[in-house]
């Protein structure tokens, strides 16, 4: 379907661009939408749509709609020029983005559906203003009061802190635990592109790498799967539950050799990372106990509560991955799941917070909000222990991240 203009250039049909220049003749946001979508619905059987016909159904459907008042009150000329609105910061300006805008809404943990309607009733505003500039001050603060008014204080507390994780005086080092086939994997790169961490590394990539320094001979507990290094050991009058466990340890305490190095390492950077793997739970209980200095951590576990569902998610990654054959997990599954079930148990013990990962966008949001209220604990806590003053609620909200703490009273473990 193809709009013909009057010079008899074609192009095809937006909905979205339609619902715009109805929004830049002031119609509001919600009704620029329907008419839009009903405008489209009545070309559908359409190749070829003349401009002016197509605003003609346009305005007839505004009249039906919303009365003849309502039309007569918008801007009668179709054809405006192009309305570029651009986001100005210091002497710089770029153009205005919906899509960026929603990303950095979402990081606030805002599911993405609502975070880019958001984002476009932003738009529609500036564009019924006929405002071309704003700056990137102001735009934040629009969207932090929306979402002070919309969602409570906590969400827009989020969202300042999200929104300014690269001046942040110290790495922020997200580790996510949880059993084989829990969706860790998944939800740990959503979160990483959601916050604009880059690097995420799981703890099997950083076993396979220390495979190549130790041979099977040397160290066979790196060369097998979580869920089978018990079968390496020969524990008399244990149980098959008490080997597979110990087999689990045993692995995670040789893998965690490599995953401290890359925590040292991140924190010499000054480089932000996600670590997510099976291997974690040592490391998980370590740093709720003593955090490492010289970084944020976030500590949080990934599981699948319902026993069916953590089977049935092998058939899923099968069909996503061939190279992950659903028969070699399920032959092991009673392996994982006494594994996952451990690791819940121990975090409840030691009050780590688990995600159940039953819907994947639920989980998503979940992880988000776990992350951002330890990272805005954190924070608290050192402007506490710096003697800073408290901040009011509403000043909460206008005060700045990222400005260095004074020196600490007492100093935490080194990982």
């Not at 008014?149 to 580790?175: H, M, N, W």
């Not at 045993?250 to 996600?274: M, N, P």
Request: hydrophobic share 35%; glycine share 6%; net charge positive.
């Amino acid at each position: 379907m193809k709009v013909v203009k009057p010079n008899n250039a074609r192009e095809p049909f937006v909905r979205g661009i339609l619902a715009h220049k109805l929004i830049q003749r002031g119609l509001p946001f919600e009704q620029a939408y329907q008419i839009a979508t009903e405008t489209e619905s009545q070309f559908r059987q359409n190749a070829l749509i003349p401009v002016q016909q197509l605003v003609e159904t346009a305005d007839q459907l505004i009249r039906q709609n919303y009365g003849v008042s309502v039309l007569e009150q918008m801007k009668p000329s179709w054809h405006l020029e192009d309305f570029e609105i651009r986001v100005g910061q210091g002497k710089d300006t770029t153009p205005f983005s919906k899509g960026l805008l929603a990303f950095s809404i979402s990081a606030a943990g805002i599911p993405t559906q609502k975070a880019h309607q958001m984002a476009q009733r932003v738009e529609s505003r500036l564009i019924q203003k006929q405002q071309d500039m704003i700056t990137k001050a102001e735009l934040f603060k629009r969207v932090q009061k929306t979402l002070l008014r919309t969602y409570g204080e906590e969400t827009a507390v989020f969202y300042r802190i999200s929104s300014q994780l690269d001046k942040l005086p110290k790495p922020l080092i997200i580790c996510i635990g949880g059993g084989t086939g829990t969706g860790k994997s998944a939800l740990a790169t959503t979160l990483g592109t959601r916050l604009g961490i880059h690097q995420v590394i799981g703890t099997d990539t950083i076993r396979e790498i220390m495979r190549l320094v130790f041979t099977e001979e040397l160290l066979p507990t790196l060369h097998t799967s979580s869920s089978q290094v018990g079968e390496l050991l020969k524990l008399r009058g244990s149980a098959g539950s008490e080997q597979v466990l110990a087999g689990y340890q045993l692995q995670s305490q040789h893998v965690g050799v490599g995953i401290r190095a890359t925590i040292r390492r991140s924190i010499k950077e000054q480089q932000s990372v996600i670590l997510e793997g099976v291997h974690l739970l040592p490391l998980l209980q370590e740093i709720k106990q003593s955090p490492p200095e010289g970084a944020y951590v976030v500590t949080v576990l990934i599981a699948l509560l319902n026993p069916k569902d953590h089977r049935s998610r092998f058939a899923a990654r099968a069909q996503e991955s061939p190279n992950r054959p659903e028969v070699r997990y399920l032959r092991q599954y009673r392996q994982i799941r006494k594994i996952h079930d451990y690791c819940v148990t121990q975090c409840n013990l030691h009050e780590i917070d688990v995600v159940n990962n039953e819907q994947f966008d639920t989980a998503s949001v979940e992880l988000i909000h776990t992350v951002m209220r330890s990272l805005h604990q954190q924070i608290e806590q050192e402007k506490a222990e710096s003697g800073e003053p408290a901040p009011e609620t509403e000043a909460s909200l206008r005060s700045p991240v990222g400005q260095p703490p004074k020196p600490r009273k007492q100093a935490r473990k080194k990982v």
